[in-house]
């Protein structure tokens, strides 16, 4: 059973900073990347940014400049650095971790945190 804890999050006035972390615990096997996710309220899920083993990254170009992802391989964790922050970065953040079990790579997500931008 594979398990990701985040801490971080809460209420933060606009142009604020906040740090995410998640860290993955369990039966794990080949982690082939970690993130974050997030959801609005009335919005779908969309990605803020990930992270692969070889250190690639994705982010969404609305964070891009503002948001900072990194990674912990030996200890398996993630971290979202959040700097200037807006009303619209409002939203449930969820981590991710991808493992590669045999040829089968598998999702994992956390319980998610709020991050909640006013003022």
């Known amino acids: 059973q594979v398990q990701l804890v985040e801490s971080g999050g809460g209420l933060v006035e606009p142009g604020g900073s906040l740090r995410l972390s998640c860290a993955a615990s369990?039966?794990?096997?080949?982690?082939?990347?970690m993130g974050w996710y997030r959801q609005a309220a009335g919005k779908q899920r969309e990605l803020v940014a990930d992270?692969?083993?070889?250190?690639?990254?994705n982010s969404a170009d609305s964070v891009k400049g503002r948001f900072t992802i990194s990674r912990d391989s030996a200890k398996n964790t993630v971290s979202l650095q959040m700097n200037n922050l807006k009303p619209e970065d409002t939203a449930v953040y969820y981590c991710?971790?991808?493992?590669?079990?045999?040829?089968?790579?598998?999702?994992?997500w956390g319980q998610g945190t709020q991050v909640t931008v006013s003022s």
């Open positions: 991710t971790m991808r493992e590669l079990r045999g040829f089968v790579p598998r999702d994992y």
């Open positions: 369990g039966s794990i096997f080949s982690i082939l990347t």
């Open positions: 992270i692969s083993t070889g250190g690639t990254i």
